[in-house]
């Protein structure tokens, strides 16, 4: 009998135990040759790229409704420690117990988080990065119309414009009007860089820019927070700007499990992997999601995103299921990279490829965004058949699709 275990419940695991099912499946193997333990801190699959949206505590699907059907063990816990040498994973379960878990094969996919900035006041600044953090951003611009004070509660500053800098500061002057009333309402997007945008390219910048006009969205660029309170959010150039909600969204960093891998890590802490989506130099231990530097497409590395992070997950699952049953292992290829930007009340716009050429824009690209956030990257629920079809690395939803619709 062999053992697989996937740290991490987000996209990257959850496709991974499921692709591991499948493989066992298609390989007719007996369903205790092969067993599949998912550990993970959350009861629920974690939507985070809706979390910029209205109503965050709901984009979550329970993990048990997804894993359960497949036959997947889940044990709810966080892990402190890896030994891959002796090859078990140490955890605390969630009533608080000491947990030690061996495993034959172990799929590292415990994501990301935004980076904590070391500015004065951080702990007062807010962020979208997990469904907790949302929500109480959330509950706050919600009693920003109650609680006392001037107009200066109707202000916003969002640090980083980013890809989920931009989509939170496009959807926050809708939430301010509705508590401010008649108030006036500010927004102020801070980058450091020159321009909007830095890493997405000229592409759809012209779209986003008229995006940010059409909400009112304030720019001060060549600027970084310096520091922030209660009250105000000072920037690197002095200015300071009244305000009791300033975002972070800028810069993410993998999973700090990474660390106890001893594999090599780029400069965002994600470990190398081959086209097998195998650590490199590490018996036994696979990574995939935020946690993996994979290549692909004739040599980018990917993107800390959803749309790698569900392929790598389903062939990760496969390959570490052919790995234990003596079956050929497959190389990583997912379909073409694509990019759809929500950018508020304006829409959205969708680019194609890694120089990110505009495809769509406007109502058109945002109902594509609607459709992918609200359908395409839910897994199915309760229906083992669904999920296990959709398990299939082969599949590399969504990106056909949308290539489909931008041809
Ligand atoms: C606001 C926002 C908007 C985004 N928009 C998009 C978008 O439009 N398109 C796109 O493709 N991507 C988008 N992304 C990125 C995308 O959400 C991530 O790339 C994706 O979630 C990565 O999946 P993952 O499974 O690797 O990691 P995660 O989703 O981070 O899941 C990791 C899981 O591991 C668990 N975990 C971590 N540490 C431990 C531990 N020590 N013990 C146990 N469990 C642990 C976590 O609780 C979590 O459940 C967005 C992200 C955000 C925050």
């Given at each position: 009998m062999s053992n697989i275990l996937v740290i991490g419940g987000g996209?990257?695991?959850?496709?991974?135990?499921?692709g591991a099912i499948r493989a066992r499946q298609e390989a007719g193997a007996a369903e205790d040759a092969v067993t599949v333990t998912l550990i993970g801190a959350a009861d629920d699959l974690a939507i985070r790229p809706r979390l910029y949206e209205d109503d965050p505590q709901g984009k979550r699907v329970a993990l048990d409704r997804v894993l359960g059907p497949i036959g997947v063990r889940r044990i709810p816990g966080i892990v402190t420690g890896i030994d891959t040498e002796a090859r078990t994973v140490s955890a605390v379960g969630r009533d608080g117990s000491a947990l030690e878990l061996s495993y034959d094969r172990l799929i590292l996919a415990s994501g990301s988080r935004v980076l904590t900035p070391p500015v004065e006041g951080a702990d007062h600044?807010?962020?979208?990065?997990?469904?907790?953090?949302?929500?109480?951003?959330?509950?706050?611009?919600?009693?920003?119309?109650?609680v006392?004070?001037?107009?200066?509660?109707f202000t916003a500053v969002v640090i980083g414009a980013g890809f989920t800098g931009l989509e939170v500061v496009t959807e926050l002057p809708t939430r301010l009007r509705a508590v401010a009333g008649d108030r006036p309402v500010r927004v102020v997007l801070v980058e450091r860089a020159d321009t909007v945008g830095p890493a997405l390219g000229p592409g759809p910048r012209p779209e986003i820019l008229a995006a940010l006009e059409h909400a009112g969205v304030e720019l001060a660029l060549n600027v970084s927070l310096q520091s922030?309170?209660?009250?105000?959010?000072?920037l690197s150039d002095g200015t300071v700007i009244p305000t009791r909600t300033v975002v972070w969204t800028a810069?993410?960093?993998?999973?700090a499990l990474t660390e106890l891998i001893p594999g090599t890590r780029d400069a965002i802490g994600?470990?190398?992997?081959?086209?097998?989506?195998?650590?490199?130099?590490v018996d036994g231990v696979y990574a995939a999601g935020d946690t993996a530097a994979a290549v692909a497409e004739g040599g980018h590395v990917v993107m800390q995103s959803c749309q790698h992070a569900v392929p790598q997950g389903k062939l990760a699952g496969a390959n570490v299921g052919a790995d234990v049953?003596?079956?050929?292992?497959?190389?990583?290829?997912?379909?073409?990279?694509?990019t759809c930007l929500s950018l508020g009340p304006y829409g959205a716009v969708l680019t194609t490829g890694w120089d990110r050429t505009v495809a769509q824009t406007g109502d058109e690209a945002k109902k594509l965004k609607h459709t992918i956030n609200s359908e395409w990257i839910y897994p199915p629920i309760d229906d083992a058949g669904a999920i296990l079809t959709l398990a299939d690395h082969r599949t590399t939803w969504p990106t056909e699709t949308v290539q489909s619709v931008s041809a």
């Open positions: 996209f990257a695991g959850v496709w991974a135990a499921a600044l807010f962020d979208v990065d997990t469904l907790p953090a949302a929500a109480a951003l959330e509950s706050h611009v919600s009693r920003l119309g109650t006392t004070g001037g107009d200066e509660r922030v309170d209660r009250e105000r959010a000072v810069g993410m960093r993998a999973s994600r470990l190398e992997v081959d086209e097998h989506l195998r650590v490199v130099g049953l003596g079956l050929p292992l497959v190389p990583f290829a997912p379909n073409p990279y694509v």
